[in-house]
RNA sequence: CGGGGCGUAGCGCAGCCUGGUAGCGCACCUGCCUUGGGCGCAGGGGGUCGCCAGUUCAAAUCUGGCCGCCCCGACCA
């Protein structure tokens, strides 16, 4: 294509509304604008490239036998209600009436269609297993859109949903796309990372989570360099650092001090010289209503996630400070355990065999020593500390290594949820109705072109991946004036294309510095400059990632690029 | 939902405090010039100053309400 006939406006400036680098470049770049908040226009640049990794993501799905579907956008609310999703997924979703009154809703994602078709028309044993799959828009009220294409409130996924026999037919589908999803994002030439994942919302046993590592991601996992274990830090599990200081010895019975004013962690630990890690921290959470007294160690934090599994309730929050005074008649900074009656109290691992610890005297201004869990109270013990920056490996004992990301693929074993609420059933063998075993797998695809921006890019701009950069070559003529150059650079972009190279012409009539400055911004991922070095029948291939330049006989340009991409 | 910031030409911003002619850079158009990293000269077009109401002889500027966008936190199949 000829540059000069195409529309790729690209901003000298930043927007001011752009934060992360992804969203800065695409939108200086040319590639995206924004419509409304979470909400964006997809221009050439960036449909050229969004296709090119949806073709990626769909050979790979074919290749495991994925059958692709294009579903509805647009569903009643009926599905929703039967899987119980309608209530469960709160304000997040976008609900709508239509002339009749009817509840009807943007699709989140599509378990419920999936079964409401499969429930239809699955009937016996022998039409299993089977994978459908679908590329579409979904959509998402997010309370607080950002950071340009990685969190937004209409996106493209990949999903698909696989229906099985039994668990053995759910593993092996599973397995089948845990190695597509390597393929695929190996293909687009990016960096991730498959960590162990917390199930959330959406049900199920075993889950991991595709993630590439950037400055830009909102999850963080831990990642031990030495074994590979990997886990988002939600469900991480790791061996904590020894307490600071030794307990006290011996059986000594709880004794109430005044600490006047001393609300936090920090202050209680100054006030009496002992480390946060002699200390017992008291949470106060909610959980299906009910207020339940969370301890961990002085130093830790609570994973609501943990929490919430241990709990078993799907609604868990912080309590509000006036249920907290209602309940112990003391404020936040100074909770404890001990006396605590018709309250289910959880401790996290970290604290047995503790003896002898600080905790607060459910008095306010007062404080506790010598609390010893399991014998001054009696908690129910379980993994509940989240991950931290020190931490380590409990396969390996080596450190672990927190790292910011973002999610790109998720893979989960959704188990019976779906298939049973929505009585999917088909006979086996034996004539007996059975109920099929469900996975769900999502890819999101602009977010693989976010996170290949975030990875690959520096002050001039981004430096895509050849296998998803909107073209693959630039040929540049220094001055489109000069008859000579601008022959040659025809000629060598006709054989890029002869070779089968995406390729581009800059024929337009700017200086050199200008076309120079727009090829690199946009990232492609090669440019062949036509100059001064024509006269002795050589031209430059210029690599975007690595800047270095290569002097090439002119007709030997294309072939020598077709070799590098490939 | 809590906290903060911003809304003036396509983009980036100044002007607002102290009310009176709407301005700068980039981009855009015309001509000349130039051609190895956003070149130069000359001329030109483009604005309901987010919206509504109020105060005032007079509002981009002061007051109130609303809307939109961004950031931090909460939340997040």
Redesign the pocket.
């Known amino acids: 294509m000829y540059w000069s006939k195409l529309f790729i ?12 680098a992804s ?1 800065q470049l695409l939108l ?1 770049a040319g590639y995206i604008r ?1 419509l ?4 964006y226009s997809y221009l050439f640049l960036a449909q050229r490239s969004l296709l090119k990794i949806t073709r990626i993501v769909r050979q790979e799905m074919d290749a495991i036998g994925g059958q692709e579907m294009l579903l509805p956008a647009l569903h009643p609310a009926e599905v929703w209600q039967e899987s119980g999703r309608w209530e469960v ?1 709160g304000a ?1 979703m976008f609900r709508l009436k239509d002339r009749w009154q009817h509840q009807l809703c943007l699709g ?2 599509h378990e419920e269609v999936m079964t409401a078709i499969a429930r239809g028309e699955l009937r016996s044993y022998k039409q299993l297993p089977q994978i459908w799959y679908q590329i579409q828009t ?1 959509f ?1 009220d ?7 294409l990685l ?1 937004m409130r209409q ?1 493209l ?1 990949k ?1 698909s949903y696989s229906f099985d026999m039994d668990a053995s037919g759910l593993d092996e589908a599973y397995e089948k796309h845990r190695r597509a999803y390597c393929r695929i994002f190996d293909r687009c030439g990016l960096k991730y990372l498959v960590v162990e994942a917390h ?5 199920g046993s075993q889950s991991q989570e595709f993630m590439a590592p950037t400055e830009a991601g ?2 963080h996992v831990a990642v031990c360099a030495s074994c590979g274990y990997a886990a988002n830090l939600e469900k991480a599990e790791s061996e904590p650092v020894a307490p600071l200081a030794a307990d006290p010895p011996g059986d000594l019975a709880p004794h109430k001090f005044h600490t006047p004013g001393r609300k936090t962690i920090a202050e209680v630990s100054a006030f009496t010289g002992l480390p946060e890690t002699s200390q017992i921290k008291s949470l106060v959470m909610v959980a299906g209503g009910e207020p339940v007294l969370v301890l961990v160690r002085g130093d830790h934090s609570l994973s ?1 996630t943990k929490f919430a599994g241990v709990a078993g309730a799907p609604d868990v ?2 309590a509000h400070p006036e249920e907290i005074r209602e309940r112990f008649g003391a404020d936040a900074g100074s909770l404890g355990p001990v006396g605590i009656r018709g309250m289910r109290i959880l401790a996290d691992l970290a604290l047995a065999g503790r003896r002898n610890m600080i905790a607060g005297a459910n008095q306010d201004d007062y404080h506790l020593r010598h609390v010893t869990p399991g014998e001054d109270f009696t908690p129910e013990w379980h993994d509940l500390r989240q991950a931290a920056e020190g931490d380590r490996c409990r396969n390996c004992g080596k450190p672990l290594e927190l790292k910011k990301t973002v999610e790109i693929g ?1 893979i ?1 074993k959704l188990g019976y949820k779906y298939s049973e609420s929505m009585g999917l059933r088909v006979l086996n063998a034996s004539g007996a109705e059975v109920t099929p075993i469900m996975g ?1 797998y ?1 890819i ?1 695809i602009e977010r693989i072109l976010s996170a290949a921006v975030e990875s690959y890019h520096d002050l ?2 981004m430096s895509l991946p050849p296998a998803i950069a909107p073209f693959e070559v630039v040929v540049t003529p ?5 008859a000579a150059q601008r022959k040659a650079a025809m000629e060598i972009y006709r054989e890029c294309l002869a070779q089968r190279l995406d390729a581009l012409l800059d024929d337009r ?6 076309k ?6 946009i990232g492609i991922p090669y ?1 062949i ?6 006269a002795q029948g050589k ?2 291939v ?1 690599n975007r990632r690595t ?1 270095e ?1 290569a002097a090439v006989p002119t007709g030997e340009a294309p072939a020598f690029v077709r070799n590098t991409v490939s």
């Open positions: 406006p690209t901003l000298r400036e930043n927007p001011a509304e752009a934060e992360v969203h200086r924004q409304s908040a979470g909400i997924m997040n989140m994602t979904k998402r997010e309370p607080r859109p950002k950071s340009g969190r996106f996924m999903d199930s959330g919302a959406m049900g909102e999850d609501e929050r912080p998720h989960f769900s999502g999101g001039d701009g220094v001055n489109n004036s000069d009539d700017e200086r050199p510095g200008v120079f400055k727009d090829a690199d911004l440019r400059t036509v100059g001064k070095k024509l031209v430059e210029f800047r330049t």
